[in-house]
Each structure stands twice: as structure tokens, then as C-alpha cells.
């Protein structure tokens, strides 16, 4: 009986712990702009419910069968961060669902409505005037027109 009185280590929430930062990844890797965009949410969801999982069964190995497995206290501070980025995970899932969708928005390549605002100095500019060629020169007229978008007033 040479095993007894020896315990393992319980890398179940440690397990849980990889998934969900491979969710935190999914979202990440949502926002970078990488292929396949259209599975990394449900991907996301898929590895926070693994990592749940997992979180549940080093739970109950850490609480259940405290005699053969160790390290409970560093399992449960684990199982915190798990579920803290689960949860944020939960909430960007369900709030990103009410959302309103960008269907007027203009789509990339498309060609924007002409429209006015003011400069820094308060005079009207037109988009049209920013792409239209100055009379009396022989410069060609800019193929493009950065527009920056400041919260706040001048």
C-alpha cells in the first residue's frame, strides 16, 4: 500500500483556465479582422462552456475528494478568474445580440453621400469641394478623403 496518503494535483481548473482564455482569444481574434469571422463568436461560447466544464469537475475533485486530490485553495482562486472571464464572455455575448445592425451603413468601396460640416475654423466644407479639382491649376483631384470623427466640440 505504497499510494496511500499521497495525492495528485488537480489540473481540472487549470484546464478551465486554458479555455477560457481561448474564448478571450475567439474575441480577440474577432476584432483583428482573421478569417472565418463568422464562427469565432459561437467558438467563443463553445470553449466558455468547455471551460465551465471542466471548472466544474475540478470543483467537485477539490471539494468531493479532498483526500486524493490537493491544492483547493489554489483551485478556487483559479475557478475565480475562470468565472470572471466567463461571465464577461456571457455579457459580451448577450449584449452584442442588442445591438442595432449597420444595414444604411455605407459598405466598403462604396461611394459616400455628399455632405457638409464645418472645420476647425467654423467655415461650411462639402465633401464635394474636398474632391473637386481647384480651378485655375492643373493638379488632379485627390482619390480619397480622411474624415476624423472627434468626440466633443471645437
Not at 486524493?68 to 470572471?84: M, N, P
Not at 464572455?89 to 455632405?115: H, K, N, Y
Amino acid at each position: 500500500m505504497a499510494g496511500i496518503g499521497k495525492t495528485r494535483r488537480n489540473f481540472m481548473p487549470w484546464v478551465a483556465l486554458v479555455f477560457a482564455i481561448l474564448s478571450l482569444a475567439c474575441n480577440v481574434a474577432l476584432f483583428v479582422g482573421s478569417p472565418q469571422q463568422a464562427v469565432l463568436p459561437w467558438l467563443s461560447i463553445f470553449f466558455a462552456v468547455v471551460a465551465l466544464f471542466f471548472l466544474v469537475i475540478g470543483l467537485t475533485r477539490a471539494f468531493d475528494r479532498k483526500t486524493i486530490y490537493s491544492g483547493k485553495t489554489l483551485g478556487i482562486v483559479v475557478s475565480v478568474f475562470v468565472l470572471i472571464i466567463v461571465s464577461f464572455i456571457g455579457f459580451l455575448s448577450i449584449r452584442t445580440r442588442e445591438l442595432p445592425s449597420a444595414a444604411s451603413a455605407p459598405q466598403v468601396g462604396q461611394r459616400v453621400p455628399d455632405f457638409t460640416l464645418t472645420d476647425t475654423s467654423g467655415k461650411p466644407v462639402s465633401l464635394g469641394q474636398l474632391l473637386e479639382v481647384p480651378p485655375l491649376t492643373h493638379a488632379t483631384a485627390p482619390k480619397a478623403v480622411l474624415l476624423i470623427f472627434y468626440r466633443g466640440y471645437w
